[in-house]
């Protein structure tokens, strides 16, 4: 299924698509890696941190999708309009930051060498993701968006 919805931009190696695809797989790799644990040892430590990790990342994506839904703006190559308000005031990938923390949270399910390392390709290839729909907005935008990327962070508010 993700491939059907990412085929146009497996052909294009410039195109964040062809990123995204990747930090898709590996995300899910590594949910279904850890899968059989995902409900072991509620209240460890590892466990709680897991679980406000994935709350993280479904208020990014709800307060991110919910800004492009009201901006009309559901795709970022079709949209002309440079949304800063909300949680983009703050951050300006926050779907991509939402990945990052659903990653972290199926990681920390349980935490070992395998699991690190689709952690590692995951939060390589949303960066790289990120950085490719950077540059397409700078083209797009212009001064606008460096301007707007010089008073936010890219993925967590007031850190990176």
Do not use: C
Request: hydrophobic letters at 50%; charged letters at 20%.
């Amino acid at each position: 299924m993700i491939v059907y919805f990412s085929r146009s931009h497996l052909r294009n190696k410039h195109s964040y698509g062809y990123y995204r695809f990747f930090a898709f797989e590996f995300i899910l790799l590594l949910i279904v890696t850890n899968l059989k644990v995902w409900f072991n040892d509620p209240f460890s430590l590892t466990q709680i941190l897991s679980w406000l990790s994935l709350l993280a990342s479904l208020y990014l994506a709800i307060s991110g999708f919910g800004l492009l839904g009201v901006k009309k703006a559901a795709d970022t190559v079709e949209s002309t309009v440079l949304i800063d308000s909300g949680i983009y005031g703050k951050i300006r990938h926050p779907l991509y930051s939402s990945l990052l923390f659903l990653a972290l949270g199926a990681f920390l399910k349980k935490p070992e060498l395998f699991p690190a390392i689709l952690l590692f390709g995951a939060a390589f290839t949303t960066f790289t993701t990120a950085r490719a729909e950077e540059s397409l907005n700078t083209e797009k935008f212009g001064e606008r968006y460096e301007d707007y990327a010089g008073r936010t962070k890219m993925f967590v508010p007031y850190l990176f």
